[in-house]
């Protein structure tokens, strides 16, 4: 799930937090409408505001590699 504001005003930046288990390789892909993304750190990403609507916030979350350990046939 996402945590964050659901109060919007153009211009002003507010932080939006991914309620995810951190692991190894995993990848967060932010979608934002109506506004842009000005900064990411772990798993919050900070967005700008804009003045038109519709105002959407998602998220997306894959693993790039997967867990676990990888051992040489013999």
Partial sequence: SIEGSVEIIP???TPYTATV???T???LNW???G???VGTFANTATVNWGTSEPY???LTAGLSALPG???NPT
């Fill in 11 to 13: 211009g002003q930046n």
């Fill in 21 to 23: 288990t951190p692991s």
């Fill in 25 to 27: 390789g995993l990848s």
């Fill in 31 to 33: 979608q934002i409408t």
């Fill in 35 to 37: 506004g842009s993304i």
């Fill in 56 to 58: 959407t916030v998602s």
């Fill in 69 to 71: 350990c990888i051992s």
